[in-house]
């Protein structure tokens, strides 16, 4: 029996309508929402307790594997897999969860054997060290209530935190370093990455050159400091910047953020909560950062991207920020 055409493409207009309303009610489903919260420097944790993010916390829980060099980028990541088998391991035993205490127990056995070559009552020992390191620093009891993206760590060192001893910013060339071919293929790019900030591109239209110039200005800027005879070590402040950048042109702010342009507010967000939580490093070696970026300045300055006013500016809002980041750090370590 043949079918009724009408009836089929009826059938076949409900069914397009049907699909339509159905995009549309996707469509018009509202974002997600993000849950506010204060800058990881201004969390309040119980005394004793610092406030970290949770990829901070894998971290130093993991830092007795991490501490013996590895000969390959494979070993590094094996370790990292031990550390976090012995992470779920000690976060199952703390939550009771007897059946996961056991999967990650076996998981962690093996993982002991392939990466530090430890069995038998040596490699239980281990484990167990492991676990009570996790179940210090990190109690269940005084943990933030779920979800969170933070957790508190206990706090087992104090520590001196003296300002910068500006006496190590000298150079031995005082004249001006004229920009050469990588310095303006450099510059070229981050003007070109401001142009794109400005007109309001899409993300994907310019990660890969914020990639680039995230590498190159390392390159650059410790080159510049040699150049310039700087007398202390390059390599303490060559990396710096690159998470600076980072933070101007591949994180969302509500404004547009140039690196030669950046309102207070988002100065203040960097140090008050960005750069604490995304890099891991001794309470000293934070100092680094405000001096680190005032050099860079000065090479961007230099280097023909920045003008004298400019610089600045950007000069007075660094040094009105390093007294109040001194201050986190030693609210946060001391």
Not at 24 to 29: D, E
Not at 85 to 96: C, E, G, M, V
Not at 274 to 290: D, G
Request: aromatic share 12%.
């Amino acid at each position: 029996m043949k079918k009724n055409k009408k009836e089929i493409v009826k059938r076949q207009a409900k069914i397009k309508e049907k699909a339509r309303k159905k995009r549309q009610i996707r469509l018009v489903k509202p974002p997600p929402r993000f849950m506010e919260r204060p800058p990881i420097s201004q969390m309040e944790a119980p005394k004793g307790f610092i406030a970290i993010s949770s990829s901070q916390a894998l971290m130093e829980y993991a830092k007795p594997l991490m501490e013996i060099n590895a000969e390959s980028l494979d070993e590094l990541n094996r370790r990292m897999e031990l550390a976090s088998s012995l992470w779920n391991l000690a976060i199952s035993r703390q939550k009771n969860e007897r059946q996961e205490y056991s999967r990650w127990m076996e998981r962690a056995k093996a993982s002991a054997k392939k990466v530090l070559n430890l069995a038998g009552a040596e490699r239980d020992r281990y484990i167990a060290e492991m676990i009570e390191r996790q179940v210090h620093l990190f109690p269940e009891e005084v943990q933030p209530a779920p979800p969170s993206m933070f957790m508190y760590m206990r706090k087992d060192v104090s520590y001196l935190i003296p300002p910068f001893d500006y006496g190590r910013i000298r150079f031995r060339v005082d004249m001006t370093i004229p920009p050469d071919e990588e310095d303006f293929r450099l510059i070229g790019k981050i003007e070109a990455l401001d142009d794109h900030i400005r007109r309001g591109s899409d993300y994907d239209a310019y990660e890969e050159l914020a990639l680039s110039i995230e590498d190159e200005s390392k390159t650059c800027f410790k080159k510049w400091l040699t150049a310039k005879g700087f007398e202390d070590d390059p390599e303490q402040y060559a990396h710096c910047p690159e998470i600076y950048l980072t933070f101007l042109y591949r994180y969302v702010h509500d404004d547009p953020v140039l690196l030669k342009s950046v309102p207070g507010q988002y100065l203040i967000e960097f140090f008050e909560d960005f750069l604490l939580r995304k890099v891991i490093c001794k309470p000293s070696e934070y100092l680094y950062w405000p001096p680190s970026l005032k050099l860079f300045y000065r090479f961007s300055h230099e280097k023909g991207y920045l003008s004298s006013n400019e610089t600045a500016v950007l000069f007075g809002s660094l040094d009105a920020m390093e007294s109040h980041f001194l201050d986190i750090l030693r609210k946060r370590y001391q």
